[in-house]
């Protein structure tokens, strides 16, 4: 049953937070932008939020600027499901509104007629075969993917972030040597599909790849030490439009330089401006990402390497890699004393 277009609707003077928390809800990729008085503007998906995002690194800025005023739209007296289909097969359109004379929105027509999402045979592919120095010593009593975060294990939290949203196909990066947590994942076979690529030896982030084989879908690469309060869908639907090879997601980091920053004149050696203790904005990778199975041809040679290798491999060749940005509050890391210990506290 289609969503009542009312819930597709959204004004101009709105934020890029409120258009991803109304795209969430509607489960699809495309929203309709309207002024003040209810007339059609133009449509806005979520590729073109999130690279807004990438630009500004701000989450508050309106959508005024960033929606298309271009995007194709049908009228109630031209509309057929001919021409519709045609249209959203040749411009790979989430929809197509629909408006009347006066140009209000009266409808939308979704050729899928559900919403783009992710398939069950997505692979989530858990790395989970570090040793968590950064954690003892809790970890010479527990592995790092069991420490507990709010009464559950970290990894469990991951496995249910993906089972809710319609991913159950799992393949777990242990030490072969960690016999405590493979016993408690094979106890989870009842609910989770799993299985194991065992590391004889630290493979790194990514070396266990090369264990791979018969993926036919993009899959899903995640740390066993990071929480995340994302869709995997809508990080999937991102990966997908924008043709990537490979997708990670960035969190938005805001620091505060406690000195005074100098901007020089390179070749005089002149001061050209001072501020006072700025606040800057980075992209911190999270160890999250989306790749195509074609990536499994460019691994590395070596044995051992890391997610940082093969992405400079990747680059080499000329394969385009995507940064999906969220929000700071959006991610949290287990893998250290002080990020641990502001995960635990955080209610």
């Known amino acids: 049953m289609s969503l009542s277009v009312k819930k597709l609707l959204i004004k101009k003077n709105s934020s890029l937070t409120d258009a991803l928390k109304q795209l969430g809800k509607t489960g699809l990729r495309c929203l309709i932008v309207i002024d003040n008085k209810n007339k059609y503007l133009g449509t806005i998906t979520d590729g073109d939020i999130r690279r807004e995002i990438l630009i500004n690194k701000d989450f508050r800025r309106k959508i005024d600027n960033v929606y298309n005023s271009k995007s194709t739209f049908l009228t109630t007296s031209n509309f057929n499901k001919l021409t519709a289909n045609k249209l959203i097969e040749k411009k790979s359109l989430a929809l197509i509104p629909i408006i009347n004379k006066n140009f209000n929105v009266v409808d939308y027509y979704n050729f899928y007629n559900i919403p783009h999402g992710i398939d069950e045979k997505n692979l989530?592919?858990?790395?989970?075969?570090?040793?968590?120095?950064?954690?003892?010593?809790?970890?010479?009593?527990?592995?790092?993917?069991?420490?507990?975060?709010?009464?559950?294990?970290?990894?469990?939290?991951?496995?249910?972030?993906?089972?809710?949203?319609?991913?159950?196909?799992?393949?777990?990066?242990?030490?072969?040597?960690?016999?405590?947590?493979?016993?408690?994942l094979s106890q989870l076979k009842s609910n989770y599909e799993l299985d194991f690529i065992e590391e004889n030896t630290p493979l790194g982030t990514a070396g266990a790849l090369k264990k791979i084989s018969k993926v036919k879908k993009p899959f899903f690469i995640v740390n066993c030490d990071n929480l995340f309060k994302i869709n995997p869908k809508d990080f999937l639907n991102f990966h997908n439009e924008n043709k990537n090879s490979l997708t990670l997601v960035a969190s938005i980091k805001k620091f505060n330089i406690p000195y005074g920053v100098c901007t020089i004149n390179k070749k005089r050696g002149r001061l050209l401006k001072m501020e006072e203790k700025p606040s800057q904005s980075v992209l911190a990778n999270t160890g999250f990402y989306i790749c195509e199975p074609s990536v499994l041809?460019?691994?590395?040679?070596?044995?051992?390497?890391?997610?940082?290798?093969?992405?400079?491999?990747?680059?080499?060749?000329?394969?385009?890699?995507?940064?999906?940005?969220?929000?700071?509050?959006e991610w949290q890391d287990t893998g250290n004393w002080p990020d641990y210990m502001k995960t635990i506290n955080t209610k």
Not at 145 to 150: A, E, F, G
Not at 297 to 312: A, E, S, T, Y
């Open 124 to 184: 989530v592919i858990i790395m989970a075969g570090g040793e968590g120095k950064r954690l003892r010593p809790l970890t010479s009593i527990l592995p790092k993917p069991l420490i507990p975060v709010k009464g559950k294990p970290v990894i469990l939290h991951i496995m249910n972030l993906f089972k809710s949203n319609g991913l159950n196909n799992f393949l777990i990066s242990i030490n072969q040597k960690n016999k405590v947590l493979k016993s408690y």
């Open 297 to 329: 041809n460019c691994l590395p040679k070596k044995n051992r390497f890391g997610m940082n290798d093969l992405i400079n491999v990747l680059q080499k060749k000329r394969k385009k890699i995507g940064v999906f940005p969220i929000k700071d509050i």
